[in-house]
């Protein structure tokens, strides 16, 4: 049987819900549908799930989120009216408001709007209803309990004899307390209960036709993807390529069970398939290029740091105290820079770790700059290839691109090359063309 995974837009408006519908409809196999809370339904509008956040953040400044849940139940009552779907949305909402009022973490809150579009599409499809917080857990220190997970899936689903709707994005904690996955998290629910319901394939349903070879807002009209292994994903999604959340391929890899993307809004395409193995695949030589721009470098210069044993080390102790990641390490001689893609994200200081780096291996020379875009260009073919880099920097030279740093994965499934902010999407434009133009 197949697991379906409706994204935000599919469950935006009454059109899409209907969509959905038909295509869940049209074959018997589709028995296990995760849904998202509803999206943007016009450009301009607000997703369920941020106005939710908002609802959390007004409740601890304000004590009280009413305008909010009341614009939230609105979508609902008008979704469930265009349906013909019954449902007493004023208990649950009075429900919602005390337990937002309730809660110390804004998890319950965000996962509302799964919760209520998971009731509300079990209705309009006429299929069962399961909660995920039912199913799906967490362990005490927070991390997803998989094991009994998988337990908990089989067993509760093992009684369903026709379709179920379960919401993604959140379980439950050993205390009771809901616990959200990271923003994106139901295409993990989806893979999740791939694996618990041992699915044939596990079909991921958005707005687009499934991956573009690069970002369509930078490159117009950019080939699709027809076929990508899970390693080429988790590549291209961490570098920025938004279609599936990046972490969904780990339930689903031991099984090896494909995944699909697929478009809400053209039933009809075939979309991305995304495979363990893509050995019997004719493929082109590069899968896709994807990119980030505002990654931070620090440069750190020392004259005779290359006899210094532990030097690298005691910089990367400085960055680890204030939990940063770490994404590249290009070493010289005497210089050192490290790359790292989440400083503002996570509101660290600047000034504040340079003088930690400053105190702890005392350098000649320290600079910051926070404009390094990071390209990865990606794909199994580039292995054993000849020429792929000369390829790389041919176009990027002919494109006037200055490189500013150059790393290639030992697997050679990847080449990441570091450019400037403002040279990022001329370079993005001249890879692309040295390979698909
Ligand atoms: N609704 C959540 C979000 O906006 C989760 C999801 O849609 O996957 O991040």
Known sequence: MKVCKFGGTSMATARSVTNVKNIVGSDPERKYIIVSAPGKRFSG???VTDLLYAAYAEQKERGSCAETLAEIRQRFESLSEELGV??????????IASGIAASTTSDYAASRGEYLSGILTAKALGLEFIDAAEIIKFRADGSFDAHLTDDLVRKRCSHCASGVVIPGFYGRMPDRTIKTFTRGGSDFTGAI???GVGAEIYENWTDVDGFMVTDP???SD??????????????????GASVLHPDSVFPVQTDGIPI???NTFAPEKNGTLILKDVSGYERPLVTGIAGRKGNVNITIKKAMMNSEVGFCRKVLSVIERYGLNV??????????SVVISDLKTKGVPAEKLLDDIRLMVDPDHIEMTASMALIAVVGHGMANTKGTAAKIFNALYAAGVNVRMIDQGSSELNIIIGVEDDDYDRALKAIYGAFFG
């Not at 019954?86 to 429900?95: G, I, L």
């Not at 950019?222 to 570098?239: A, G, Q």
């Not at 994404?327 to 050192?336: F, K, L, Q, S, Y």
């Open 222 to 239: 950019p080939k699709l993807i027809e076929v990508l292994s899970y390693e080429e994903l988790r590549e291209l999604s961490y570098m």
């Open 193 to 195: 209960i791939a694996r």
């Open 45 to 47: 509008d607000t997703k």
């Open 327 to 336: 994404e590249h390490v290009p070493t010289g001689i005497d210089t050192m």
């Open 86 to 95: 019954e449902h007493d949305w004023k208990r649950e909402f009075d429900e």
């Open 260 to 262: 699909n993307i697929r």
């Open 217 to 219: 807002r930078i490159v």
